[in-house]
């Protein structure tokens, strides 16, 4: 083997062992702000298993004594039931209302070029920035007479997630072959047939991406319900913390029950549709 040789092995060698050792190091960072992340859950679960004031020391130490009765009491006490209702039919009706014009609104934006499809992308971008101004939604809600109501939280819910759900629905359509579409207009499909029964299979990973995250949203907001609901037999569940928190009590240890028992279900969807939404966040990204 010649000189030139050996010097390009050794080279090669030496930078495999700098890639590997800035790869561990790498690994090693992200495991460390990983288990950063997990000391306020772990302080969340192991409270709500926690006398009052064993809770309120806020440490990731196990209980002492394991007390079940805490999501009993909970569960009894806190009305989540209808909670859970009223947190099912909110985010049920949300997403439904915020992903089907999205969608639609995100493929006529990313298939036609005009000046009104240009300017109604910068519209929906204003909205994806601007923040909601809580003050006059709450007069109009009160002058149309619907505050306090359903249909005003799932409205206002659904309209501020619109904007995000079109720039991940139009920045996937840009990558799908228009190709689909001559084929089905020249097989005599409507415009709505050929969406539905052409796009929409293939637009399946960000469709299930982005229902998952605002459903997420939708589940876990706190603010628009709080503001919006003028009854606590409307509540929420990310509301009925306010059972066992207020100016002069906070019982930790029910509250951070309360806390597991809301972010339960929407871990578990997470989990669940996990690979759909790194698939569908990834599928984007090359052009095919």
């Not at 130490?61 to 009993?72: D, G, I």
């Not at 300017?119 to 306090?148: D, E, K």
């Amino acid at each position: 083997m010649s000189t030139d040789s050996k010097n390009t092995t050794v080279k090669l060698t030496s930078m495999e062992k700098q890639r590997k050792r800035t790869d561990l190091i790498i690994e090693i960072i992200v495991i460390f702000f990983s288990l950063i992340i997990i000391v306020p859950i772990l302080i969340m679960v192991f409270g709500s298993f926690k006398d009052s004031t064993e809770a309120a020391k806020f440490n990731i130490l196990p209980p002492k004594e394991w007390h079940f009765e805490n999501y009993v009491y909970v569960i009894t006490v806190g009305n989540i039931g209808r909670a859970l209702i009223n947190s099912l039919v909110v985010t049920f009706f949300s997403v439904l209302f915020c992903m089907v014009p999205a969608s639609l609104a995100g493929f006529i934006i990313a298939r036609r070029t005009t000046k009104i499809s240009s300017r109604s992308q910068t519209l929906f971008m204003i909205g994806l920035y601007a923040p909601m101004n809580m003050i006059t939604t709450f007069a109009l809600l009160r002058v149309t007479g619907l505050l306090g109501s359903y249909f005003a939280v799932i409205m206002v819910l659904a309209a501020s997630q619109i904007p995000y759900a079109v720039y991940m629905v139009s920045n996937f359509v840009r990558n799908v072959p228009r190709e689909l579409d001559q084929a089905a207009l020249i097989d005599g499909c409507s415009s709505l047939r050929m969406f539905f029964t052409i796009i929409t299979p293939v637009m399946k990973p960000i469709l299930v991406t982005t229902t998952v995250l605002v459903t997420m949203n939708s589940w876990n907001d706190f603010m628009v319900p709080l503001y919006f609901f003028n009854t606590s037999s409307r509540w929420t569940l990310p509301l009925t913390v306010y059972n066992f928190y207020g100016q002069y009590f906070r019982d930790w240890n029910l509250v951070f029950a309360n806390l597991v028992i809301t972010a339960l279900p929407i871990t578990i969807l997470y989990l669940y549709a996990q690979k759909h939404i790194v698939s569908g966040l990834t599928s984007g990204a090359v052009k095919g």
